[in-house]
Structure formats: structure tokens, C-alpha cells
């Protein structure tokens, strides 16, 4: 047990899977006294899973007067750096805690032994990272505030086109391929394994890195595709038609919120746009779903925008400990912000790719394999535009 900066605060690092029972509760309750903790991605079970994967993975119990205060998943790197847990698949992470527990996210890190801990999607309702400066980034959501048929209906009033290409998309899809049905929770192993396949396909043909071929992310997904828990599971959601799988989303689940990280369609399809026929009918099953929030996560994919009218603001950066350890990688860390790199739209994207590798990649000849692969298939994709 670690003390703090600040008295009286401290901190029980674990394993997830050394967390007790009544430390998963309490991180239970925390997490439903608060909306803005909802996601899937925000739990115990998400920690649990991602724990059972990988040996770095972490949670920090935070104590005064012995009562469990807040809790902090990360994994554990060398040089007292961190990274939210399950990264780069954390599209949210948060300190999570009660307001009036008054933590701050310097003193939390300090207490829990780190100096730093990447941001790349904050959630921050009480102002933990207040001190941390960060950039906003948008998290898209489909929130369904009455019923999925009046949140479609808004969204072809708000761009008629997109409503008449739907029916359009849909229309030459049932007639290439045959008539279509949604399966709300496809548990075939086979649709899983296809989807899986298509997306390695896509990466391989975009020249993007195959988290799906790192053996620990594998292991999550497939880990995540067999849980069916009261609080938990994973969840695939598959478009047919007929008896031919031709899109589907796979992802995290609590409750009503879905957070799908794996999209992709039938290849042979794609002239049919699948994969928006997919989305649409998802979003019209919600309801039957038992859905109430489709969560897209954040980023600059254009096909997020068509289908969101909400979200929320995440933030990205460095979060430190106010120590030495703490100030030299603040420091580091600036250095991507001088000039000239700052003003160089490419340096930006290949940082973001650069920290993706590492955030999967476990051994440096992975990382460093992953690199090369990355800077080479970026003059491939800059020389084909």
C-alpha cells in the first residue's frame, strides 16, 4: 500500500483478477452513481477481461480511512509510465470516483507509483485531470432519448438524401444478394471467425496494423465474443441475407450501452454499401434490443457524423505525478509540439499510429516491426493518393 502526495491518500495495486469482492462492488457503484461512467469500457469486467490477456494490466484502489475511494485500470510500462487499460481498445477511461471524494489525478498517479498516463479519451465529470492540459476530442453516440423509429425519423428529416440512398443501398442489396435480417446477438461462431477475417482483409489491403493479429488482442476479442454476463459481455451484432453474412459490429456491452470496435462487410458487397445498411438496421432494432445508447467512439471517421445527432467531449494528453518522473515526461512529451512538427499534419497521424503500435505491440522487436510496416505503407498510401 502506497501513501500518496496528499495525506491520508492511498493505494492498493493489483492485477484485476486480485481485486475482492467487495472492491469489484464498491467500483460497481461508483460506476452507476454517475451517467457519464456508463460505458462498457468503464467497468470491472472490461478490467477483468482485459487482466486475464495481459500480465502488465493494473488497477489502483484509492483509500482514505480505509474505505475505497476510486479506482484507476492501466497497464503498467517501464519508467513509471501508464496506459489506460486495454489500450488502444479503451475508446473511454476515467479515474472513477465520487465527486465529493475530491481526487486529484497528479496525487492518484503519485500514489499509485506512476509518473505519467496517456489520455487518449477522458472522461472527466469531477475535474480529476482539471490540472491536465488537454486536447477535446468528440466521442460519437447514438442515444435514443424516446424510441429508435423517432431518432431515425429525425435523421432523414435532417438530410432527405441520405434517408433516399438508404432505401436505395438496401433495395439493390436484397435483390444482389437476398432478402436481409438482423441477428440482434448472433452467437455463431462461424460469423464471428468471418467477421474477424474481413476486417484482417481491410487492413491488410489499407496498409493499416492488424491489432487483430496481435495474439493478446485476439485473445480479448474472442475472450469477449463467449461472455454473456449478468453485467457484461460481448456482443455481435450480424446483417444476413439470407443465410450469407454480409456485415456485422462486434463489441462490449452493459446494459443498454453497446460499444462496438469491429466493423466490416462482405468484400464482394461493397458496391452496395453493407455497411451502412447495417448501421441503419441496427440502429432501427435498438429498441428491440434493449439498447439505449450505440456508442461510436471518438474520431474522424465521416461516416460517424452521418449517423449521430450526439456524444460527448473526451479529452487527449499526458496526465503526471507531480515528481521529477512525473516532469521529465511532460517534458518528452512536449517535444511533439515544437516547431516544426507541430505544423505538420503528417507528424500528427503518424505519432497517433506510432502510439497505437505501442499500445499493442508488447516486445520491442514487435514494436519496431510494427514502425517500419507503419512508415512504409504511409509513403504507399501518400504515393496512391
Request: aromatic share 10%; net charge positive; with cysteine.
Amino acid at each position: 500500500m502506497r501513501t500518496g502526495a496528499k495525506a491520508g491518500l492511498k493505494a492498493r495495486v493489483v492485477a484485476p483478477g486480485a481485486l475482492d469482492a467487495s472492491e469489484i462492488a464498491a467500483w460497481r457503484a461508483l460506476q452507476a452513481a454517475e451517467p457519464a461512467f456508463a460505458s462498457p469500457l468503464l467497468g470491472p469486467d472490461f478490467a477483468l477481461a482485459v487482466g486475464a490477456e495481459r500480465t502488465d494490466a493494473r488497477v489502483a484502489v484509492f483509500r482514505r480511512s480505509g474505505e475505497p475511494i476510486g479506482f484507476l485500470a492501466f497497464h503498467r510500462r517501464p519508467g513509471g509510465y501508464a496506459r489506460p487499460i486495454g489500450a488502444p481498445f479503451c475508446d473511454y477511461h476515467a479515474l472513477i470516483a465520487d465527486r465529493a471524494a475530491g481526487l486529484d489525478a497528479g496525487d492518484a498517479l503519485d500514489a499509485a507509483g506512476l509518473a505519467a498516463l496517456r489520455l487518449t479519451a477522458l472522461v472527466d465529470p469531477h475535474g480529476a485531470f482539471a490540472a491536465t492540459a488537454t486536447e477535446p476530442a468528440w466521442g460519437y453516440r447514438i442515444t435514443i432519448a424516446t424510441s429508435a423509429a423517432d431518432w431515425l425519423d429525425a435523421l432523414w428529416a435532417a438530410s432527405a438524401n441520405r434517408g433516399k440512398n438508404h432505401r436505395r443501398y438496401r433495395r439493390t442489396l436484397e435483390r444482389e444478394a437476398g432478402p436481409l435480417r438482423l441477428v440482434g446477438d448472433d452467437r455463431d461462431p462461424a460469423a464471428f471467425e468471418t467477421l474477424i477475417a474481413w476486417k484482417r482483409e481491410q487492413f491488410a489491403r489499407t496498409g493499416l496494423h492488424d491489432f487483430l493479429g496481435v495474439p493478446w488482442a485476439a485473445g480479448l476479442m474472442r475472450r469477449l465474443f463467449e461472455t454473456r454476463g449478468e453485467h457484461f459481455g460481448g456482443q455481435l451484432i450480424s446483417l444476413y441475407a439470407g443465410e450469407r453474412l454480409v456485415a456485422g459490429h462486434f463489441g462490449a456491452r452493459a446494459g443498454g450501452w453497446f460499444h462496438p470496435w469491429i466493423g466490416a462487410f462482405e468484400p464482394e458487397l461493397k458496391a452496395h454499401s453493407p455497411g451502412m445498411v447495417h448501421q441503419v438496421e441496427a440502429i432501427a432494432a435498438m429498441d428491440d434490443m434493449g439498447l439505449r445508447v450505440y456508442d461510436l467512439g471518438a474520431g474522424e471517421d465521416h461516416w460517424k457524423q452521418q449517423f449521430t445527432q450526439s456524444g460527448a467531449w473526451v479529452g487527449v494528453g499526458l496526465a503526471t505525478a507531480p515528481t521529477l518522473a512525473g516532469a521529465l515526461a511532460r517534458s518528452r512529451d512536449r517535444m511533439w509540439a515544437l516547431p516544426p512538427l507541430a505544423r505538420a499534419p503528417l507528424v500528427g497521424r503518424v505519432r497517433n499510429r506510432l502510439d497505437q503500435i505501442a499500445a499493442l505491440e508488447l516486445t520491442l522487436a514487435g514494436r519496431l516491426e510494427g514502425a517500419a510496416y507503419a512508415l512504409t505503407s504511409q509513403r504507399r498510401r501518400q504515393w496512391a493518393a
